[in-house]
């Protein structure tokens, strides 16, 4: 086996007793002889299903896509059973970022600050580029946004406004960049796997960005969020037009791709695709 990849969170939950699904993602990975966590879900849910799934977390290390609370939320949950660790992510995580909607922010960052987290135990390794946290695992650093279809979300934004308050353009509010998506590549002898927090980054530019750092052409399996669900059918089609030309054998999208970006790339890839949710177990 070249690698396990267990869906510990995510929007939907398979068919396992006690399983719970909520906004989030979260995997549990065994690769290149390592155990470490990907992500940690909004709430508890992550924590809980790792009992319900009895996967020991005892001091593996963590690696954390982005900064915003579906996928960071779950952290002080989980270090209840980790117990002090390393947690891999980009130095911008702990930004306070907003989503904006008809003229109100909501907070969307992390819930947790790095000082109360480090008061945990956690010892933090922070990066901006390409870097290879372990022998043949990479964390993809900052993407290049490169590919014309692939804009950013104009309702994720940075700014200095009071939650629930009506903001206005000139009061400091500007295009959040997520320059802290990351996504993480794995090196097996079928090629890389690829794990995705949300690709806000742009899927396609992800892929290609992967490709170029690692000099590995071949992309064996894709799993994770590809934020589809926030883009209409012009953008959805651009992408699995160009996804195509990756050939890759395994797609697993879940968290953000919504049901009818699941539904299309089903349509296009088939028996390549595979229906992910909590509690499911994916062996490479």
């Known amino acids: ?43 508890d849910v992550a924590a809980h299903n790792a009992r319900i799934l009895d996967i020991d977390l005892k001091g593996l290390p963590i690696i954390l896509s982005h900064g915003h609370y579906d996928h960071t939320g779950g952290l002080d949950s989980i270090l209840n059973l980790t117990g002090r660790t390393e947690i891999y992510c980009h130095h911008d995580t702990f930004s306070s970022r907003f989503k904006l909607k008809d003229d109100t922010l909501k907070p969307i960052g992390m819930p947790w600050s790095r000082e109360y987290l ?41 700014a200095s406004s009071i939650h629930g308050k009506r903001v206005h353009p000139d009061r400091g509010i500007r295009l959040d960049p997520l320059l802290d998506d990351q996504a993480l590549a794995i090196e097996t002898k079928m090629g890389l796997i690829v794990i995705l927090g949300c690709a806000h980054s742009g899927l396609i530019n992800t892929l290609q960005h992967v490709k170029k750092m690692s000099g590995i052409d071949e992309i064996f399996a894709l799993v994770g969020g590809t934020h589809l669900v926030s883009y209409g059918k012009d953008r959805l089609n ?47």
């Not at 929007?11 to 990907?38: M, Q, T």
């Not at 539904?263 to 992910?276: K, Q, R």
């Open 1 to 43: 086996m070249e690698g396990k990849i267990i869906t510990l969170c995510d929007n939907s939950a398979i068919s396992v007793p006690n399983i719970k699904a909520e906004h989030g993602l979260s995997f549990y990975v065994e690769a290149k002889g390592l155990r470490f966590l990907f992500d940690t879900g909004q709430t």
């Open 118 to 158: 480090e008061n945990k135990g956690v010892i933090f390794h922070t990066n901006t580029a390409w870097e290879e946290i372990f022998d043949g695992i990479w964390l993809t650093g900052e993407i290049p946004r490169i590919v014309d279809f692939e804009l950013p979300q104009e309702s994720f934004v940075v």
């Open 238 to 284: 651009s992408t699995i037009k160009a996804l195509k030309q990756f050939d890759i054998k395994l797609l697993s999208p879940c968290h953000c791709t919504g049901s009818s970006g699941i539904s299309a790339l089903f349509y296009e890839f088939g028996d390549h695709l595979v229906f992910n949710g909590s509690g499911m177990s994916i062996e490479i």
